[in-house]
Every structure is written in C-alpha cells, then in structure tokens.
C-alpha cells in the first residue's frame, strides 16, 4: 500500500463536509458501486443521511480527506425483531487493500449490536466475487440467492 492510501474512518456528517462536496464524493462511490453513472441529488443524501435510524460510516483519504469508501446501516423493527440492513458498501478501487472496507465493516456491525439488532443483512451480485469474499470473511453467510445474513446471538 501506498503512504498515499492510507485512511481514516468515522461516521460520515453532513455539516461537517458540506453537501455539494459530499454529493460529489458520494456519486464517485456509488458510480463505481452499480457501475452505471449515478444520478442522485443532493436531496438524496441528505435525506438518507438524515433518518433516524440510519448511519453512514466513511473512509477518508489521510491526506486530502476526501472520502473513498463508505457503507450505510438501517437498524429495523420487524416482525422478527431487530434487524439490521447493510447497503452502500464500496471503496475506491486505488485504496482496495487499505483496511477501509475492514474498518467500515466494523463500525457497520458495531452500530447495529449497539442499536439491538439480532442480525444484519446485505445482498450482492453473483458477478462481485470479491464482494462476495470479502462478506464471508466478516462473518456473513449466504442464505438466498444472493442474501448474506450475520447473526449477532450467541
């Protein structure tokens, strides 16, 4: 790894960074993410950043402080408990390798055992092989085509 990927993780805050320049670094993620140009607005970010029971965890250049990775966490009440649901989880392909999707990862499922839930949930396309690898190495088993499901009970 280069001196130059190193990062830094925390909670990502809306007031902190500034909207347009987190809606720029957010449609950077999330092109790389579906592949496709994303279209999201402003009002898309600042609408899932501001749920109540949703958080997003950053990577952040050490450096420059731009941000290269990112995972959100929705903590549910269901009919069957507490559940968490991880989306968004993608890092620049130049800081792969890092530690960033290690560390996101960790806050992602910390949150959700602080907040009480009994497991967390993400999908993933059979085509991201790493991604794939990357869930079961955390703990994450393959319970549907293409669900992934952590427990949290002992």
């Not at 950053?58 to 903590?75: I, K, L, N, Q």
Request: hydrophobic fraction near 40%; proline fraction near 1%.
């Amino acid at each position: 790894m280069e001196e130059s990927n190193a990062t830094t993780v925390d909670w990502l805050n809306l007031r902190q960074r500034g909207l347009k320049q987190l809606t720029r670094e957010i449609g950077i993620l999330m092109t790389i993410l579906d592949q496709t140009t994303w279209e999201g607005t402003a009002h898309d970010v600042t609408a899932t950043l501001s749920q109540d029971k949703t958080w997003t965890a950053a990577a952040f250049d050490a450096t420059s402080g731009e941000v290269v990775g990112m995972g959100t966490v929705s903590v549910l009440r269901t009919f069957h408990g507490v559940e968490a649901r991880i989306d968004n989880m993608v890092v620049r392909p130049e800081y792969h390798g890092s530690g960033a999707a290690n560390q996101i990862m960790a806050m992602l499922t910390e949150r959700a055992r602080a907040e009480g839930a009994a497991w967390a949930e993400l999908t993933c396309g059979r085509q991201r092989r790493r991604a794939r690898a990357f869930y079961t190495k955390h703990g994450f088993v393959e319970t549907l085509g293409g669900v992934f499901q952590k427990s949290f009970v002992d």
